[in-house]
């Protein structure tokens, strides 16, 4: 079975907060990425504290790595439990986040292909595998990689063995998350929960996923 995590992708303080209280007994973890971030501050990691829920930075860093690492000491100042960061850029710059990450007994994701149609051009032909295996040479505790291509998740399982896969995708791309859930340790999902009439029925449909 998977986790569930949230993607917290809406913009108004008063309402994620209130998604997150009406679900958080559903959630196994909440993804903050820049929507939100640009919107209530790096801080408001601070104010979900009393949910007591792992906090994923989706930031997707992507730059050299003395400027990963500045922005990776930020993210666990403020109270996240872990990042995630783009392969691409090379073993440097994702080592610099994966090691801030044990330096705060953190987590370092490596976003290994993505999950929307446009991610093929680039991601897909043999490039998420390189990133899977630059992910294992890192230390690095797991991948992203798409609930809407299963056979790709099952490929890159393949190199990565039991690190972690978190999988996006689910609901409103297209992924099914009953496709996915006996192959991935994490599913993520978005607006199928915050865009719903009640959040707290949509996320608690998930039960069975998470063996609940």
């Given at each position: 079975m998977a986790e569930l995590i949230l993607a917290l992708d809406v913009t108004e303080k008063r309402q994620a907060k209130k998604i997150v209280k009406a679900c958080a007994p559903h959630l196994d973890a909440v993804k903050l990425g820049y929507p939100l971030i640009l919107?209530?501050?790096?801080?408001?990691?601070?104010?979900?504290?009393e949910f007591d829920l792992p906090l994923i930075a989706d930031f997707k860093v992507a730059d050299i790595p003395n400027t990963n690492r500045l922005i990776a000491e930020q993210v666990f100042d403020a109270g996240f439990s872990s990042i995630i960061c783009h392969g691409f850029t090379?073993?440097?710059?994702?080592?610099?986040?994966?090691?801030?990450?044990?330096?705060?007994?953190?987590?370092?994701?490596?976003?290994?292909?993505?999950?929307?149609?446009?991610?093929?051009?680039?991601f897909h032909g043999g490039t998420a595998e390189k990133i899977a295996e630059l992910t294992m040479a890192c230390g690095a505790d797991g991948i992203i990689a798409p609930a809407t291509r299963p056979d790709r998740v099952?490929?890159?399982?393949k190199i990565v063995g039991s690190r972690?896969?978190?999988?996006?995708g689910v609901g409103a791309q297209g992924g099914d998350a009953a496709a996915v859930a006996k192959i991935v340790d994490g599913i993520i999902v978005g607006r199928a929960i915050y865009d719903a009439e009640n959040p707290k029925a949509a996320a608690e449909s998930f039960a069975t996923i998470r063996g609940r």
């Open positions: 919107s209530c501050g790096l801080s408001f990691a601070g104010e979900l504290e090379g073993q440097d710059a994702v080592q610099a986040c994966v090691d801030v990450a044990a330096d705060y007994g953190g987590s370092c994701f490596v976003v290994a292909e993505m999950s929307h149609p446009g991610a093929t051009t680039f099952t490929a890159l399982r972690k896969i978190l999988s996006p």
